[in-house]
């Protein structure tokens, strides 16, 4: 008799989430004699925990597909984490009597570093329950530190957009710089690890061109040496343009991003790291700034994905299925690199024991000696991941985007409140 | 005998106004028995009052072409308003004598009513000095505020790239809003004139899709009728997005931008619009935000430009130097529409006097009676203006533009401070 799967997503959306989405759902359907219906979870877990269960399928093939090529999470995210067996043991066991109540065999939980764990976890309380359940990770984060694998579906797409963006601001800045604006700051997002900052690296390929400066997450931020370099910069080539993590911390580990602006009201302004840096430049070097905070706007770039991330989103989605098919419990599908040019990548699986709450970092020598850009070896790294474009549809001159129907399953248990 | 001609770049660049040089000089190449030499100033009319000339001669044909995709002012731009005749006439006179000594007969200048009018005056003066000089305006701003065309090159690509932004940010909300964000503020240029609000407005095109709110430089913030749209977004759509333009102005007409943040300096922070908006919500409403500002990266995008805009710009080049051969003084090349559905236009010439230093307003019934949204003819006169698309060649997964040599030409006269 085939077991129902359930699907949910996780922590921060991505403009790939749903391939990979599209991957579960399209292999699931190609093995009705081992997997029935796939229910995914509306608002990601939480919608396991509260039985609010969404019936995929109702969706059509067509919608379906069409999710490969949709940014942000077609069936609700959330931030939630499961904290130890010991402190959620009610929760744990909760979402194990809605799987047990809707026939559910298959977990499979699409998110980063907390998710993996989650999930490890469930592996975990199911086998010590006797429960049979099969939980099989599929990797998703932007930051790009997640372990265990090469790189992260989400994050090359990210990498494509900001560097992108730093590539055409760069070219708007050189244009400007005689009479008016010489200073451009763009803040991106990685609050942790400086993957997306060095992603904006990717921009420049020769002397001169922007972005000329990086200020990472792993650099503690040094005012002086950077002004120095700015100053350097406006003089050498008329204009500097710099790329800050919204992470950025001063020599005693302070989030720059909390020692900056206050509102009207007094309150601490968080973010505006990129404003902040900028206008110390004003400040210190009279130079003009415009500064740019993509926030979501990198994360859900759809418009201009990276063609191999894209392939690996929707591929770890496939492997997932087949993983659980197969019989593996408790791993997640990784990415494993096989040849940087011409790029070469396969689809491995790994413990998610191992995946678990590991945060994986730059490397230092990633970043130049200086801390102000990227070495070869990250380049060498970077550049693969942003190979390639897969432009979605458009509609009426704007990428068109599907909205699942969405419909929930009945419930069968009593309320329980997360 | 042939004559030289003079192009420039002025004001604020866009990711379209490269398409029109490239016409311009892809046309003016095609009448050597006309046209000798184009020179292009070097950051625009700053060049030509130093004598800073860039001969483009020297550049490849297929360089050329390869300014049709590439954002920016590919031989720099300025802000450098030429006043009245009166006032700076030894400016003017000095331009007459630059375009005297390297025998240039032609002056193209690519910018918006500032440019328009210097470009207009510039005609008088040859007029009246009886020097031989056939002077042609080339629309150009993202403001979309040029008057005697029915829109302008630079604008539908922001258009299309804002409208996007909006729609990918509104699907990567509306994904959080059960456990995180739920607001959403994209911020935007356009200081006097809300045409980029409104076009951010294409993206929704059925009731509750992202943008919910959009706050226009025309209609004055109320913050309390304001608040409750939002509350009551929040409540029916589960969150709530809203695009402000950087121009957002209080019942006395005070720039939002200056009422709100001060720096660790005490210093007034300009900008911002989207995140004082942002904040004063989570301050009243309690509920979590994003917000994202666009900034230079919204004008740069050649990445998703508009077709439609890029062939714009591109015959507004081409029949620039078409009018110039014709004999056509002192006007601009205007883009009229011939029917919105299928999207027809064609180019005519309008005088430059009727364009100089006239703005062009929303119109008030373009804007929704609750000043919160966009009329369907507002909708019908932007939707035509991002149709199509025309991806830039990519190499190394990034867009691949193109720097050009900008050799200058030797001086001939004595140095000049403008």
């Known amino acids: 008799m085939p077991k129902n799967a359930f699907y949910a997503q996780s922590g921060g959306v991505t403009a790939v989430i749903n391939a990979s989405a599209c991957g579960v759902i399209e292999t699931a359907r190609r093995h009705p004699e081992r997997i029935g219906k796939l229910y995914a979870g509306r608002d990601g877990i939480i919608g396991a925990l509260t039985e609010d269960l969404i019936d995929t399928s109702l969706e059509s093939a067509a919608d379906i597909a069409r999710l490969r090529h949709t940014p942000g999470g077609a069936f609700g995210s959330c931030r939630y984490k499961l904290k130890s067996l010991e402190e959620q043991r009610v929760q744990y066991e909760r979402l194990i009597a809605v799987f047990q109540a809707h026939d559910i065999g298959y977990f499979f939980y699409n998110g980063g570093n907390d998710s993996m764990d989650t999930a490890w976890k469930v592996s975990q309380l199911a086998t010590r329950l006797d429960f049979p359940l099969v939980c099989v990770g599929i990797p998703k984060t932007v930051d790009n530190d997640l372990a265990g694998t090469d790189n992260c579906p989400g994050f090359g797409s990210v990498a494509k957009y900001v560097a992108t963006s730093m590539r055409e601001a760069g070219f708007d800045v050189a244009s400007m710089a005689r009479t008016s604006t010489k ?11 400086g993957w997306i900052t060095a992603a904006c690296g990717l921009a420049s390929e020769t002397e001169g061109e922007a972005p000329h400066l990086l200020l990472f ?13 700015v100053d350097h910069c406006v ?10 993590s ?3 911390r001063d020599a005693d580990g302070k989030l720059i991003a909390e020692t900056g602006t206050r509102d009207a009201f007094g309150h601490a302004q968080l973010g505006g790291v990129g404003q902040w840096v900028a206008q ?6 009279g130079y003009k700034y415009h500064w740019a905070l993509a926030d979501y706007l990198q994360r859900a770039a759809r418009h201009i994905a990276s063609r191999a991330d894209v392939e690996q989103a929707y591929a770890v989605g496939c492997a997932a299925v087949e993983a659980a098919l197969a019989g593996k419990n408790a791993v997640m599908p990784a990415i494993r690199r096989l040849s940087d040019a011409p790029y070469a990548w396969e689809i491995a699986l790994t413990e998610l024991r191992q995946v678990a709450n590991v945060e994986k970092k730059m490397p230092r020598e990633f ?9 070869d070896a990250c380049r060498r790294y970077l550049s693969p991941l942003v190979e390639g474009e897969d432009a979605p549809p458009f509609l009426r001159g704007l990428p068109d985007y599907v909205r699942l129907k969405n419909i929930g399953v009945a419930k069968k248990l009593a309320d329980f409140v997360p």
Chains 1, 2 share one sequence.
């Open 235 to 244: 003089r050498r080539y008329g204009y500097c343009a710099i790329a800050a």
């Open 183 to 193: 200073i451009f700051v763009l803040e991106v997002m990685g609050r942790h690890a």
């Open 367 to 375: 970043i130049s000696p200086d801390g102000f850009g990227i070495a």
């Open 217 to 229: 997450p792993e650099i503690p931020f040094d005012l002086e040496a950077f002004l120095q370099r």
């Open 280 to 285: 110390r430049i004003q400040d210190r070097l």
């Open 246 to 248: 919204e992470g950025l």
